[in-house]
């Protein structure tokens, strides 16, 4: 659904000539933390004419929330809708990434991809040291049945899951950094840009980025991979 966060007020045509528009327009008594409207009416002839004009960018607030911006026009913008709008679809996004089972299932093609000698030695000293019984399957045939029979198990990087002791890492995968497009939220840009620096992600154009130091494990568990080798074997 769309949110309603920004209203043009005066379009740049005016020129110097906004501020003493404003001052001659507005509904004051909507307005909070500005009284130097005598400044502005003065024109830009008057000396306190841009110092009153730039107070009331930095300082002026309609009694509903509403702020201004000028960018060549000039905007009423409320800013507060947009942010809570944006952290909570990113925190949303964020949590699906570290978390879902979907979003762990995007990483599974991988462990196959990366294999080498290298994993299958690691393979053969877990399945010796946990006393697998092998049934006589080649490391080929072993590495096969890993691949088919890990999960993917969310943690993080500095604080991993507590895996039992029985448990192989297959692999682990940082997520780092996740995109997140912003445009189904339907905020217009004017409002977007206003607020890009306050929100809780990294914003460009209608896109946000964030940092996370949560990781995917490719795990493969001692009574999975047993059970596997049985079924193979056709016990």
Same mark, same amino acid.
Request: proline share 0%; hydrophobic share 40%.
């Given at each position: 659904m769309a949110i309603k966060e920004s209203e043009l007020y005066a379009d740049s045509a005016r020129g110097i000539y906004i501020p003493q528009y404003v001052a001659e327009t507005?509904? +004051? =008594? +909507?307005?909070?933390?500005? =009284? @130097?409207?005598?400044?502005l009416e003065a024109g830009p002839e008057s000396e306190s004419y841009w110092e009153a004009w730039d107070e009331f960018l930095s300082n002026a607030e309609t009694d509903c929330g509403g702020k201004f911006w000028q960018d060549g026009d000039l905007w009423i913008i409320w800013p507060d809708l947009a942010i809570e709008a944006v952290n909570e679809f990113c925190q949303a996004q964020l949590e699906y990434e570290e978390s879902h089972k979907d979003a762990g299932d995007n990483f599974s093609h991988m462990p196959a991809e990366s294999w080498t000698n290298t994993e299958d030695k690691m393979l053969?000293?877990?399945i010796e040291s946990e006393n697998i019984d092998a049934m006589g399957l080649d490391i080929d045939q072993l590495s096969d049945i890993a691949l088919d029979c890990f999960y993917m198990r969310s943690g993080h990087m500095f604080g991993p899951y507590h895996k039992q002791e029985s448990d192989l890492i297959l692999a682990a995968y940082p997520i780092q950094e996740i995109e997140i497009d912003l445009s189904?939220?339907? #905020?217009?840009g004017i409002? #977007? =840009?206003?607020? @890009?620096? @306050?929100c809780d992600a990294y914003i460009k154009g209608e896109l946000a980025y964030m940092t996370t130091d949560a990781v995917w494990y490719a795990v493969l568990t001692k009574s999975a991979f047993q059970s596997a080798i049985k079924a193979i074997k056709g016990e």
């Open positions: 507005i509904k +004051r =008594d +909507r307005i909070k933390y500005f =009284d @130097s409207w005598a400044d053969a000293d877990w189904c939220l339907g #905020l217009d409002a #977007l =840009d206003y607020v @890009s620096d @306050s």
